[in-house]
């Protein structure tokens, strides 16, 4: 359980700064972190952290996949680990 709270922390800092970072690139214009990559990391734990990202830098808001995805992708999470974990 130890290992999989370590595990949430760090793929969610890792999907928070991966929106920060394309934001920034996004500002100057230089190569993008692709969307695929984005929604990767949160499918596999990362959600909330990229949801944060995206509030915090308001990139990504206007994009159904992000805007409507990441909020959907989070709730069947933590549905699975409710189930999982009680």
Request: glycine share 8%.
């Amino acid at each position: 359980m130890k290992l999989f709270l370590v595990y949430l922390f760090l793929v969610n800092a890792l999907g928070l700064l991966l929106m920060l970072i394309d934001k920034y690139k996004a500002k100057k214009n230089l190569w993008r972190i692709p969307e695929a990559t984005l929604l990767g990391v949160a499918i596999i734990g990362g959600s909330l952290g990229s949801i944060l990202g995206m509030r915090l830098a308001r990139h990504k808001t206007k994009h159904l996949p992000f805007h409507l995805g990441l909020p959907v992708i989070f709730a069947v999470q933590v549905i699975i680990c409710v189930i999982l974990f009680l």
